[in-house]
């Protein structure tokens, strides 16, 4: 894992109240979501001047027995130097990164990406 991960968009929030985090680089976007019922973070490519859905995660804090703190929690957003690859923190822990260039998703939430689901890999990491 990398020294230290480069933060691009962060906010802190009580599960339950939504939020929205947007984070664009060039033609990729990502958007972390919280709808007061579930997460979410989604990914979108510029085709064409709109933003079109590769891919999504859902899932909620408590199903994956994430802890909080004071009852909030953290959510970071962090793109890879090269920014191909896309990474979702909560509460400092690195638990979802997707890869624009092979279009893939990794996961250490029980949850996974609907469209290209990859087991987590630690290398994955080195990109940030």
Known sequence: ????????????YRPGAKVRLNVDRSNVKAMFLDSGTRSSLT?????????????SIFYSLADEHIPLEDGKALVQIAWAK?????????????????????RTGYSRLEAKWAQH????????????
């Open 1 to 12: 894992m990398p020294n230290k991960i480069e933060i691009t968009a962060e906010a802190h």
């Open 82 to 102: 090269q920014g191909c690859r896309v990474l979702l923190l909560i509460n400092h822990q690195p638990l979802a990164v997707f890869d624009f260039k092979s």
């Open 43 to 55: 990914v979108m490519e510029n085709t064409g001047g709109n933003y079109q859905e590769l891919d």
């Open 117 to 128: 689901p990859q087991q987590w890999r630690d290398d994955v990491l080195e990109a940030f």
